[in-house]
């Protein structure tokens, strides 16, 4: 087990990312293969895509820091900079769009403070 440090919450933030959204997308398909019979049924359908949508985003972004933060990949250090800034400001969308759970926010706070200095110590 590691410690709480910059290091180690580059690595496990963009693997929460990944399992956390893979779970939102399983759920949603779940959710949208389910019959409803509710009232305002489009609504319904509405919530459930979201729900992927905001998944997939969230997976995207984990994808993008896991890419960034790699030092073995063969990309100009602007690049990794670059795809570790996106997938950052991508991670932003599912914590929000998820506030009443409240465990996304708090390892989304917790983690966005060691993932600016770990950016600051990399990249100045």
């Known amino acids: 087990m590691c410690q709480c440090s910059p290091n180690c919450c580059s690595v496990f933030y963009p693997l929460w990312c990944i399992i956390l959204g893979a779970l939102g997308v399983v759920g949603g398909i779940i959710l949208a293969c389910l019959h ?3 009232k305002n049924r ?16 969230y997976i995207i972004a984990g994808i993008l820091m896991m890419l960034g933060a790699k030092r073995a990949i063969r990309l100009l250090q602007q690049d990794k900079e670059v ?3 996106v997938g950052k400001c991508l991670s932003y969308i599912y914590p929000i769009s998820s506030a009443l759970a409240l465990y996304p926010i708090i390892v989304h706070i ?7 200095t770990y950016q600051k110590n990399r990249w100045g």
Do not use: D, N, P
């Open 42 to 57: 489009g609504v319904a359908i509405t919530c459930k895509l979201l729900i992927i949508v905001t998944s997939l985003t």
């Open 110 to 116: 917790v983690a966005m403070t060691y993932l600016c």
């Open 36 to 38: 409803s019979y509710e």
């Open 83 to 85: 795809l570790f800034k």
